[in-house]
Nanobody, 120 residues
């Protein structure tokens, strides 16, 4: 199983970016799909999560600015980031709990990380 993330880059404050993450491989089922981020010198934090049923949660600092969504048929999750601030600068990682067997034993998988830099 692989998670391939893309969409990071350099953007000015107030700008927007959309991150994508596609899961591939011998996938039977995907539970939650999430985005984490890690800024220099800080711990990795959960930014947003979406369940297979479409329920979402967000860290307080991004509520109203970021939107997480997923396409279960495509095993893909997106993170739309609007009104970006310099403090959003971090490496963003996608994460998913995936089962590769009919026993539905879920394991954690991580993407490779994509850099988001918000600067003028």
């Amino acid at each position: 199983v692989q998670l391939q993330a893309s969409g990071g880059g350099l953007v000015q404050p107030g700008g927007s970016l959309r991150l994508s993450c596609a899961a591939s491989g011998n996938i039977v089922s995907i539970d939650s799909m999430d985005w984490y981020r890690q800024a220099p010198g800080k711990q990795r934090e959960l930014v947003a999560a979406v369940t297979s049923g479409g329920n979402t949660i967000y860290v307080d600092s991004v509520k109203g600015r970021f939107t997480i969504s997923r396409d279960n048929a495509k095993n893909t999750v997106w993170l739309r980031m609007n009104s970006l601030k310099p403090e959003d600068t971090a490496v963003y990682y996608c994460h998913a709990r995936i089962s590769v067997s009919s026993a539905y034993l879920y394991q954690n998988y991580w993407g490779q990380g994509t850099q988001v830099t918000v600067s003028s």
